[in-house]
């Protein structure tokens, strides 16, 4: 159940469980978030410079600084953005006097609405749940950033809405998981573990990378649990085994809540077997190789299979 099921139905539940969220969190995370949905990873909501120089002839200590503006236009059905909407919304935009002005269309929509094609705006900007979805998990994953707990807890409950909104429209049946551990571990136990409660989109498959490939091996998902306490007696059959074996080997704490999901062992005919593995080569602007994912991402099978390196795996 997501906290946010007392909120009101439709466009204005969604929306307003997006603000919620985003109120709740640090600048940095609700600027990283907006840039990623923005497609502008440089996007700032306040500016904070010391020693301005720019702008007249003294010198200030420093300066805090904000000029923008920002519409978001919420759709819960595919196929119901309205050209003569947004033009009403860009026309609001037209006497504002922020350096910045935007018109963010946040839809369940798998492409960008052809609505968009007849309007031809630069302030015009369009993102998919499944795009909102993706920037959190990125977010979560980067051990760069100090995501408190609170904040984790809020993002991942507001992922939980999207899902049984049914707002994470995506032809994607595989979610891919950083796997230093998770690979052997999947080898041996033939499941994944993970913390309790993780949320992920409908899939029906999982692939593994570490060390700068995603591995050949993408077996079905038959069986998925979200929390389940490590306790042996409390437990029978393939997951009393299970934990009693992750348990032995060290790989898990008894008494601890995991997630856990049964997959098909490397010999089954429902484990997707590619040719080879498949190379990363993502790079940042600054031409630093990337990681594919820290956390999880979610791609199809048919790409999976025509894939040569990772960049082939990115949406265009």
């Known amino acids: 159940m997501s906290i946010f099921s007392t909120y009101s139905t439709g466009e204005n539940r969604v929306t307003a469980s997006f603000l919620a969220v985003l109120r709740s969190l640090s600048l940095d995370r609700i600027q990283r978030i907006l840039g990623a949905l923005l497609e502008q990873s440089e996007f700032e909501l306040i500016k904070f410079q010391n020693q301005p120089s720019k702008g007249g002839a003294g010198v200030p200590d420093a300066i805090i600084q904000t000029s923008c503006r920002l519409l978001i236009e919420t759709k819960t059905k595919p196929n119901a953005v309205r050209p003569d909407q947004l033009k ?8 504002a006097t922020e350096t910045t002005s935007l018109l963010l269309v946040l839809t369940p929509d798998t492409a960008r609405p052809n609505a968009f094609e007849a309007l031809q705006d630069d302030r015009l900007v369009w993102a998919s749940f499944a795009a909102l979805d993706q920037a959190i998990d990125e977010l979560l ?36 998981v950083p796997a230093r551990h998770a690979w052997p571990e999947y080898q041996k136990y033939h499941a994944y573990i993970c913390q309790a409660d993780r949320p992920f989109q409908r899939v029906s498959r999982l692939a593994f990378y570490s060390f700068g490939q995603i591995y050949p091996l993408v077996p079905k998902i038959i069986e998925s649990h979200d929390h389940v306490d490590f306790l042996p007696e409390t437990h029978k059959g393939k997951m009393k085994a299970l934990i009693e074996s992750a348990t032995k080997d060290g790989a898990r704490k008894e008494g601890t809540a995991y997630k856990v999901m049964f997959l098909s062992p490397p010999d089954s005919p429902d484990t997707l077997k590619l040719e080879a593995p498949i190379p990363n080569d993502l790079t940042s602007k600054a031409g630093r190789v990337t990681a594919f994912t820290q956390n999880q991402r979610y791609v199809a099978s048919e790409r999976l299979k025509r894939a040569k390196t990772t960049s082939d795996l990115v949406e265009e």
């Open 88 to 95: 009403r919304h860009l026309k609001r935009l037209d006497a």
């Open 141 to 176: 994953g980067d051990d760069a950033e100090v995501v408190s707990e609170r904040e984790a807890f809020l993002l991942r409950e507001l992922q939980k809405m999207l899902m049984a909104e049914n707002l994470i429209g995506t032809a994607n049946d595989v979610v891919v």
